[in-house]
C-alpha cells in the first residue's frame, strides 16, 4: 500500500523567512496531493492540493510542487507570519484496491515574531 | 453553518464501556470517513463510505462498529473500550472519492481511563 513520508517533523522560523516540508510517495500510481493546516485544537482544513497532470500550484503564500519522477512533493510558504503557525500534513491518494488518502506523520511548524 | 458536526465533542468513559460518536454532514457529498488522530498526531483512516456502503474497513478491530443511515450520517459505535483507544476521531466528508478534499469535522476527544 501506499506509505508517505514527511520531513521534517518539527520546523521553526522567523516571521517573514520562508518555509518548506517535503513528503514522498511509495505508489507511483498515487493521482492526488492534498496538504492539511491544523491549528492547535481544531480541526485539519485543506491549503493546497495538486493532482499528478501539474508539476507546480500557487495560492498567495502557499505553493506546492510536484516531482512524479522522483515521487516527492513539497510544501512552500513564503513570507511566514505567526498566524502559519500549526501542524501540517500531506497525503497521497493511493489507487490499489480501493481509493485512500494516506497522511504523512505532520510537521509542527512555529513562526517566531 | 457546521457543514460536518460531530458529536460529542468530548467523551470521558471507563475501560469496557461502550460509547457511541455521531456525525452529520450538509455538504451533500456522497462519501463518509472516519480518521483516528493519536496523541502523536498522526491521522489514519478507519472507514469510509460511499452512498451508505462500506469502501474502507482498515484493520479496525471489531470492537468498532461504523454504521451509515444515510449518506449524510455515519455514525461509530464503540464497544468495550480500552485505553489505546484515547485518541481524537474526526469525521469526514468529500464528494467524491478519496481524490477530492476533506472536509473535516471538529473532532471527539476520547479519553478512556
Known amino acids: 500500500g501506499e506509505n508517505v513520508e514527511q520531513h521534517p517533523s518539527t520546523l521553526s522560523v522567523q516571521e517573514g523567512d520562508s518555509a518548506v516540508i517535503k513528503c514522498t510517495y511509495s505508489?507511483?500510481?498515487?493521482?492526488?496531493f492534498p496538504w492539511y493546516k491544523q491549528e492547535l485544537g481544531k480541526r485539519p482544513q485543506l491549503i493546497i492540493d495538486?493532482?499528478?497532470?501539474?508539476g507546480e500550484k500557487k495560492d498567495q503564500r502557499i505553493a506546492v510542487t510536484l516531482n512524479k519522477t522522483a515521487k516527492h512533493f513539497s510544501l512552500h510558504i513564503t513570507e511566514t507570519q505567526p498566524e502559519d503557525s500549526a501542524v501540517y500534513f500531506c497525503?497521497?491518494?493511493?489507487?490499489?484496491?480501493?481509493?485512500?488518502?494516506?497522511f504523512g506523520k505532520g510537521t509542527k511548524l512555529t513562526v517566531n515574531p | 453553518d457546521t457543514a460536518v458536526s460531530q458529536t460529542p465533542k468530548y467523551l470521558v468513559t471507563q475501560m469496557g464501556n461502550d460509547k457511541s460518536i455521531k456525525c452529520e454532514q450538509n455538504?451533500?457529498?456522497?462519501?463518509m470517513y472516519w480518521y483516528k488522530q493519536d496523541s502523536k498526531k498522526f491521522l489514519k483512516i478507519m472507514f469510509s463510505?460511499?452512498?451508505?456502503?462500506?469502501?474502507i474497513n482498515e484493520t479496525v478491530p471489531n470492537r468498532f462498529s461504523p454504521k451509515s443511515p444515510d449518506k449524510a450520517h455515519l455514525n461509530l459505535h464503540i464497544n468495550s473500550l480500552e485505553l489505546g483507544d484515547s485518541a481524537v476521531y474526526f469525521c469526514?466528508?468529500?464528494?467524491?472519492?478519496?481524490?477530492?478534499?476533506?472536509?473535516f469535522g471538529n473532532g471527539t476527544r476520547l479519553t478512556v481511563t
Open positions: 469526514a466528508s468529500s464528494q467524491g472519492r478519496a481524490n477530492s478534499p476533506l472536509h
Open positions: 497525503a497521497a491518494c493511493s489507487q490499489g484496491g480501493s481509493e485512500k488518502l494516506v
Open positions: 455538504l451533500g457529498h456522497d462519501t
Open positions: 463510505y460511499n452512498n451508505k456502503e462500506l469502501i
Open positions: 495538486i493532482r499528478s497532470n501539474v
Open positions: 505508489d507511483s500510481a498515487s493521482n492526488y
